[in-house]
């Protein structure tokens, strides 16, 4: 074929049309690219989107929000710090678009840096409707509990009976709520101590009172003030294990609980290589605390709670375990004997609501205190369940949710010399692979 004057002229025009086309499109996917936003997660627990627990936080959250962090522009190893928080608050932002970001040097600003009590070399102070709090660690789960402790409030008041061998909310022994206390401290609760045999009353700014199991038998001085403080309309929680009452008899039959006795057992339990006197539950009732729940919960020696129908308080089931199980009063080998056991499901927790006065007073009880302690907490879904029903017996029913999760992905950790030569391939080699293939596809074209 002879290549003419015309024909080079026409093939000039096309190339140069068709690299026009080119760079219009690639304007157009960054126009595209700036004004709409499109992601998707592809990591296998989706660490790098927000929880729905963290979205609806954030949504309860009817006001600006303001972070500040102080922090070097680049740390000791050069890394590009304020990068790196703009990178962490992004998701946040996307979610609540009035949530501002001011990035702050404390080389460059001391004096800002003093007034806002900053002491470790990166931290971010959050501040919501005239409140504030610091945060030192980059994750979701924390950032999530100081938007709960704001989006909170004040702070709430919880209460646990002490001086007759309780479960402590801040004991460290196995049996202890320690840990339970030091998470429901993470998310805004004030917790203290309450012996009533020194108190004159329970005070009536508690928002609730939580009674875990008693050693020893109450004096009925003390008994009476829990009774005051029931029937004047205070929160509950309570926990009892399949022991005695310890005196507590008249606060039960205020609600009208009836405690079968025995221990619950569940083949189930074998599964996990447990003994079957661990009750696994995964029935829940249809009750805010429960709301959307499907976790798994394991109680450690459980009791069977039911209750006689009552014209004052509503009550309503919310856990059901051992559904191929029974309440056994006799050794728990050997399996259940239908005709003598109760067989399962068994409910092992209660909700109690009723009207008291302008609020609604609520009470929660548990047939079992094992699972919110430090030995079994971690297991399943209790922490959230217990976490659930805390905030519903403070009032705080939209905080009721999922907590955050904890990303179960690994980090990839590549040196600097690696980083150079990825960025050097694909920056440089690549890009002139392509116009050293151009440039010679060009040259044999004008040869012809």
């Known amino acids: 074929m002879q290549i003419t004057r015309k024909s080079r002229l026409q093939l000039m025009v096309h190339h140069g049309l068709f690299v026009v086309l080119l760079v219009a499109a690639a304007a157009l996917l960054a126009y595209l690219s700036r004004e709409y936003r499109v992601e998707h997660d592809l990591t296998r627990s989706h660490r790098n989107t927000l929880s729905a627990a963290t979205l609806d936080v954030l949504k309860q959250m009817d006001g600006p929000l303001t972070v500040t962090a102080y922090a070097m522009a680049r740390d000791a190893r050069g890394e590009h710090t304020h990068r790196r928080i703009e990178e962490f608050i992004a998701p946040y932002q996307r979610a609540k678009p009035d949530l501002t970001l001011s990035l702050v040097d404390p080389r460059e600003q001391p004096k800002a840096a003093a007034q806002a009590g900053v002491r470790a070399p990166l931290e971010l102070v959050v501040e919501f409707k005239r409140r504030s709090e610091h945060l030192t ?21 919880v209460l646990w009976l002490d001086g007759h061998g309780e479960r402590k909310l801040n004991g460290t022994a196995n049996h202890d709520l320690g840990e339970f206390g030091r998470l429901l401290e993470s998310k805004g609760f004030r917790l203290s101590g309450l012996n009533l045999a020194i108190a004159q009353d329970v005070p009536g700014n508690a928002a609730m009172l939580v009674i875990a199991n008693p050693q020893v038998d109450l004096l009925p001085a003390e008994v009476e003030k829990i009774r005051r403080h029931v029937a004047g309309g205070g929160n509950l929680l309570w926990l009892i294990d399949p022991e005695p009452l310890r005196g507590l008899a008249p606060v039960a039959e205020m609600f009208g609980l009836v405690l079968t006795p025995g221990v619950v057992v569940d083949p189930n339990a074998a599964r996990l290589n447990a003994s079957p006197t661990l009750a696994v539950a995964a029935a829940y009732g249809r009750h805010a605390i429960t709301d959307g729940f499907s976790l798994v919960t394991v109680f450690p020696q459980a009791r069977q709670i039911g209750t006689i129908e009552s014209d004052v308080w509503r009550s309503r089931t919310l856990v059901e375990a051992a559904p191929r199980g029974c309440v056994k009063t006799g050794k728990p080998e050997g399996g259940c004997d239908r005709g003598r056991d109760t067989p399962g499901p068994v409910a092992i927790a209660m909700a109690f609501e009723r009207a008291a006065g302008d609020k609604q007073q609520r009470v929660v009880v548990v047939g079992n205190g094992g699972f919110l302690s430090n030995t079994f907490l971690g297991n399943g879904g209790n922490r959230d369940l217990g976490v659930n029903i805390v905030n519903w017996l403070a009032t705080d029913d939209k905080l009721i949710a999922l907590q955050p999760r904890t990303s179960a992905d690994s980090n990839i950790d590549i040196d600097q010399v690696s980083l150079y030569l990825i960025a050097f391939l694909f920056l440089f080699v690549v890009p002139l692979a392509f116009v050293i293939t151009g440039a010679v596809i060009w040259w044999r074209r004008r040869r012809i």
Not at 140 to 151: D, P
Request: charged share 35%.
């Open 137 to 157: 660690e980059f994750n979701e789960k924390a950032f999530a509990n100081v938007l709960m402790r704001l989006a909170r409030g004040t702070e709430r008041l």
